[in-house]
């Protein structure tokens, strides 16, 4: 067979196909393809897989290990942490150096070893494709490697296959794919060969089977269409490699943060260093070398260390409660989250279907329960109870004809009921248990003799069975519409009477608008049972009545939405479900009073500008795309908002890259979900998010409340000599005494303060903007105010010690001192943000807290009488009386940041004092 391209073909890129496969006649796929349904010949398979290359989805290209290594360093605070530890190394303090050194290295290795998101994603899609292969080549069926497929190669499907390429189905037997990876289905998609619209959605596309989707019943054949890079998956790796990856609130903060305070460092050094030598008299020298001892002091080189502690110990928390953080920013990102867009298959909802309806006669019985578990009541529409021994004798038929029509098993494995089969079978099985029947009674009571399958293509299940009273018995399911048509009356509580289809197609769009999947079922009773059941002996039926079926909400998401809105958090449902079921489970879980729904076409039909219009106000997205999730995301995030989005197939894996926050489900997602999002649910359930944005927001607060003690505190010991130095007096520290506190203080004070728990009503706030800077109205002139009551409480000391007539080593011991206890003082106040201090809990602290106390306590003594130490930092023993002075002083302080607080708070003059 000769493959001549023509000039279409021509200019496609090898291994691309044209999108609309799906309506176009099987003859015309074959003969576009020239091939046939025997298949191809090996040597033209082997022609085209030299044109058009493996099937496999292409590697991207990949930065040398040394680049990515280096580029960790490219950052503003870096460079001036980098500069000051060479800085400290001129000055002989290689201690304060190697810190420095040592903390910028670790962080660098994190960094590294956390990248490769977006590779690890790619590999992770790749493996989705089968090995092997079932071809017919030369009219002969064949196994060859999956890598080996050529457009117009025939591929035979069977249950349990990974289908390995697009194919364009060309024989479908009972043929059901899952496609969840694609389109977010929880129900397989029935498949036949016959075309469908130009504009049907993937989900719709009946006719075609898609690379990595999974063959769960019946059996199939197909032709190559597409292959590698130009497969659906290959289409959704292509969008993975043009996402860049965004930089997380808390690093675009720590980044103007380290630009804005280095660029200040040096210009406030300058300055100090030309007021030394000009005004001062100073040596150049000796000018540098207090300068550079200011530098070192002013670095807070254990800060990057702490933040990093502090995400860790998030990461801790969330995975305790069933959230493993994969990327540590993604901890404190999940805090600023504004926008949470969900699935709505198995994480708004159980991912089990259960049968909410029953339509029988002019009885409407509704029944509870939650998925798979065959406990719940039976209530009438007038919310009547109905006992089970009371059921209608119609809605009891019924039952069993779902029980019989059926091929599922339905068993209890570790607490949790588990189907074996198609879903809603099960949910019938789990319906018959509540009704009080034994499906393994009836079966046995009612044995099957013969059956017709169901099929795509007549759209029902047909099973013929015993009848205990003699003779036989038809059972039908399928769609309504169907089954309706083959039924001449319809059985009510006193025997048959006629049969009105256009009043029953009212009552079941009524039961669609609620979202639900409906099944109609018919029977019929036969004196005896035919050699076989064939499609002749499908006709005259008694119409028994419709199921509705739902994938209910789960119990306690409806409780996380709820703390979504008291948090100000929107929520989003993006899925590939109907948008009549999407906006039934919207209502249910009380997303919106009156949920907006938009489908995958109006989206289209919508620029990016206009999307973002209406993104906002719109509440549910139905039958979307990857496309349209990845659209939806960015239309978010460009008005500011931070989002978080879920997601458990391939399909979803560009939008969780893109969105701030990716968060896979551990149990039903695929690798590729897991691979390129920040954060995995243990438990796919939704109640988890919210527990994660609880906890990143009390990560957070530790990290501000870190650096809402870090920065005024080393203002602090600066500030004080500089004002020294332009007042003319002698330095109240020696540069070693400064690494002294820096170094003692962060490793034990600072640190207590990564586990801190949540205060108050961390969820009662709205979250924070995009562009909110670091250091917010209320913590800068925190610092200030904190570092200006350092000065005087060191200079004050200072004087003091002078006063007292001591030496200046024992007057710098004691503004030594002085400085521990302010910032001992100082952290029982920054420990809470939003409220008071002074109460009963934020007086004994933590244990972390408290531990911490104990080593500064026992340091800062060893610092002041050990001569080993004294003789180090030239430091001298302080007199008792002394000794309280510094406390009192420390108590002070306290007592003012308090005072200070509440009339913050009075005034309410910022959003962080107010509580």
């Known amino acids: 067979m000769s493959l001549t391209p023509t000039p279409a073909d021509a200019r496609r890129p090898a291994g691309t196909t044209r999108q609309d496969w799906h309506h176009r006649p099987v003859h015309e796929v074959l003969d576009a393809h020239r091939t046939s349904p025997d298949g191809l010949d090996v040597p033209e398979a082997q022609r085209r897989l030299q044109q058009h290359g493996p099937n496999r989805l292409p590697e991207p290209p990949r930065p040398h290990p040394l680049r990515r290594f280096l580029a960790q360093f490219h950052n503003t605070l870096i460079y001036f942490l980098l500069t000051a530890a060479v800085a400290a190394a001129i000055m002989g303090h290689w201690i304060d150096a190697t810190v420095i050194v040592a903390v910028v290295t670790v962080n660098a290795i994190v960094g590294f070893l956390q990248e490769g998101k977006a590779e690890q994603a790619l590999a992770a899609i790749r493996s989705l494709i089968s090995p092997q292969a079932q071809v017919l080549r030369d009219g002969r069926r064949t196994a060859v490697p999956a890598h080996e497929l050529v457009p117009g190669d025939v591929v035979l499907l069977e249950a349990g296959d990974r289908v390995p390429a697009d194919l364009r189905l060309i024989k479908a037997r009972n043929l059901l794919i899952d496609e969840a990876l694609l389109t977010g289905e929880s129900v397989a998609a029935g498949k036949a060969e016959h075309p469908v619209a130009p504009d049907a959605a993937l989900g719709d596309r009946r006719c075609m089977a898609y690379s990595g989707s999974l063959v769960t019943a019946g059996q199939g054949a197909g032709v190559v269409v597409a292959t590698g890079g130009a497969t659906e998956i290959g289409r959704i790796s292509a969008m993975l490699r043009h996402i860049d990856t965004l930089t997380t609130p808390l690093l675009q903060q720590v980044n103007r943060f380290g630009a804005r305070f280095t660029w200040l460092s040096i210009g406030a050094a300058a300055l100090l260093y030309l007021y030394a030598v000009l005004v001062r008299d100073y040596g150049w020298l000796d000018a540098l070398m207090v300068v550079v001892s200011l530098a070192v002091g002013v670095v807070p080189e254990g800060l990057p260390a702490v933040i990093s502690i502090t995400l860790a110990i998030g990461v801790q928390r969330m995975a305790a409660r069933n959230a493993v953080i994969r990327r540590l920013p993604a901890v404190e990102t999940l805090g600023a989250t504004s926008v949470i867009c969900s699935d709505k298959t198995g994480t708004l909802t159980r991912n089990e279907m259960m049968v909410r309806r029953l339509l029988v006669d002019d009885h409407e019985l509704e029944i509870g329960g939650a998925g798979y578990a065959p406990v719940g009541g039976w209530t009438r529409a007038s919310g009547e109870p109905v006992p089970p021994g009371a059921l209608p004798a119609t809605a009891r038929e019924l039952v069993r004809a779902g029980a019989l029509c059926n091929d599922a098993m339905l068993r209890e494995a570790g607490g949790q009921w588990q189907v074996d ?103 019929k009773r036969l004196a005896e049972a035919p050699a076989a059941l064939d499609f002749d002996v499908v006709h005259g039926l008694t119409w028994l009545g419709a199921a509705g079926f739902i994938d209910p909400p789960r119990e306690e998401a409806v409780a996380a939405v709820a703390e979504c809105r008291s948090a100000r958090i929107d929520v989003k449902m993006i899925t590939g479900d109907h948008a009549q079921t999407a906006a039934a489970i919207a209502r249910q879980l009380q997303l919106a009073p009156d949920p907006t729904v938009r489908t995958g076409a109006q989206v289209d039909a919508l620029s990016d500008e206009e999307l973002r219009d209406v993104v906002r106000e719109t509440t549910v997205f139905a039958r979307t795309s990857p496309e349209h999730k990845l659209r939806i995301v960015r239309a978010l995030q460009a008005q500011g908002h931070v989002v978080a989005m879920t997601g458990d197939g391939v399909n979803d894996a560009p939008a969780l890259k893109q969105a701030d926050v990716g968060v896979a489900m551990g149990r039903k997602g695929t690798e590729a979900a897991k691979e390129a999002a920040e954060m995995v649910l243990l438990d796919d359930n939704f109640r988890s998010i919210v527990d994660a944005v609880h906890e990143g927001r009390v990560v957070f607060d530790n990290i501000r409340k870190v650096i809402a003690w870090t920065v005024p505190t080393n203002g602090g010991e600066v500030l004080a000599i500089i004002v020294a130095l332009l007042l003319g007096l002698t330095l109240p520290m020696t540069p070693a005494q400064i690494l002294w506190i820096n170094l003692i203080l962060t490793v034990t004070l600072g640190l207590a303060l990564a586990f801190e728990p949540a205060e108050p009503g961390v969820m009662a706030r709205a979250p924070r903007p995009r562009d909110a800077a670091l250091l917010s109205p209320f913590m800068v002139w925190r610092c200030i105010f904190v570092a200006v009551l350092f000065v005087i409480g060191v200079l004050g000391i200072f004087g003091y010690a002078g006063w007292r007539g001591h030496s200046l080593e024992q007057a710098r011991t004691m503004v030594v001192n002085t400085l521990v206890v302010f910032e001992i003082f100082y952290l029982f106040n920054v420990r809470y943000l939003h409220g008071g201090s002074l109460t009963w809990q934020g007086v004994l602290g933590t244990p972390a807290v408290l531990i911490a106390l104990v080593v500064v306590v026992v340091a800062q003594l060893a610092f002041t009488y050990a001569p080993t130490m004294q003789r180090w930092f030239a430091s001298a023993p302080v007199p008792f009386v002394d000794g309280l002075v510094i406390i009192a002083a420390g108590v002070a302080l306290m007592l003012v940041l308090e005072a200070e607080k509440a009339l913050l708070r009075r005034c309410r003059l910022f959003d962080e004092a107010r509580g």
Not at 442 to 467: C, S
Not at 511 to 520: D, K, P, T, Y
């Open 421 to 523: 089969g198609d879903p809603m079978e099960g949910a019938l099985l789990a319906l018959a248990i509540k009704a009080e029947e034994e499906p393994g009674a009836l079966r046995g009571e009612a044995g099957r003799l013969d059956e017709i399958p169901f099929d795509a293509q007549h759209r029902y299940m047909a099973t013929l069975h015993r009848h205990p009273d003699g003779g036989a018995v038809l059972y039908v399911k399928g769609a309504p519409e169907t089954v309706m048509s083959m039924c001449s009356v319809q059985l009510c509580d006193h025997g048959e009477t006629a049969f009105d289809p256009g009043a029953w197609s009212a009552r079941i769009e009524g039961c669609a608008a609620h979202g639900e999947r409906v099944l109609g079922f018919a029977m």
